[in-house]
């Protein structure tokens, strides 16, 4: 059965890519882009969710980089994507993807320093090129990690945001590199073959046909290994899946960058459960 569902999900994927949401349009009736609304309530309770994998957020601190935004906690480059992704998300696992794994109706948004952090084996961070971790948050990430944790990062562009990545990571594994991964990793073939690294835009610049930002031209499928060379944490360097998740139901969103986006997290999850 399972291997029929992969078989057949590529074309599951891009039937319900078909699929219009209604309020879910960027544009207006006259072509303008929509700026996106925000709900003003704060997030789920923790605990709220049951299942083998639950989808959960990390609420990280943005204080000096970047922006800030409005929204839940006072804002922060965290929210970004915020919840439509992580819903769309759980959706696309649940119901297309065919897989034997319990998913949580709903997904989770904890700060670092969360003691349930350690109930869950993966984590999200989105744009983690504006993150500041402090000593302590560092050491709390070093200890999820070391405990078996996984962190699947997404959405940061250019030289200056991979340059904060990079020394965020120093902080949490200095021992460990963050290094390139070739498509012959297991990662990439845990459950869908994912054969190319494609830059998935926001949903502005591909109806623009644009889909580099920041200078961040060519995109990377970027990891960390332990020493026993099991991946502790996935990097989309230069590439926004959590858009794409976002806007999945919306026919004004490119295919081509909505199921190749699908395809790497289920594959990212699928592998972070299984390893």
């Known amino acids: 059965m399972i291997r029929i569902f992969k078989v057949l999900l590529p074309a599951l994927l891009l039937a319900a890519l078909l699929i219009p949401t209604v309020g879910q349009r960027p544009f207006d009736d006259f072509g303008n882009f929509r700026q996106r609304r925000r709900p003003t309530s704060a997030p789920q309770p923790a605990g709220a969710s049951v299942g083998e994998f639950t989808f959960v957020r990390t609420i990280y601190e943005s204080p000096t980089r970047g922006y800030r935004r409005r929204g839940y906690y006072g804002g922060g480059t965290w929210t970004t994507d915020y919840p439509e992704a992580d819903n769309n998300f759980i959706v696309g696992l649940r119901e297309w993807a065919g897989t034997n794994l319990k998913i949580a109706p709903r997904p989770e948004a904890l700060e670092i320093l969360d003691d349930r952090i350690f109930d869950y084996p993966i984590i999200y961070i989105v744009e983690p090129g504006f993150m500041e971790l402090s000593t302590e948050q560092a050491a709390r990430l070093r200890e999820y990690i070391m405990r078996g944790g996984f962190i699947f990062l997404d959405d940061f562009w250019g030289e200056y945001e991979w340059q904060n990545v990079q020394e965020q990571f120093q902080k949490v594994v200095p021992e460990y590199e ?61 590439s926004d899946l959590g858009d794409a998740w976002e806007w999945i139901n919306d026919p004004a969103y490119p295919v081509k960058y909505g199921l190749p986006a699908y395809k790497v997290g289920i594959n990212v999850v699928i592998y972070a459960m299984s390893h």
Do not use: C, W
């Open 178 to 238: 963050i290094k390139n991964l070739p498509l012959s990793h297991p990662i990439f073939h845990s459950y869908l073959d994912v054969e190319e690294v494609v830059q998935v835009p926001n949903v502005y610049n591909a109806q623009r046909g644009i889909t580099s930002e920041k200078g961040g031209v060519i995109p990377y499928y970027m990891g960390i290994e332990n020493k026993d060379g099991r991946l502790v944490a996935f990097f989309a360097r230069n």
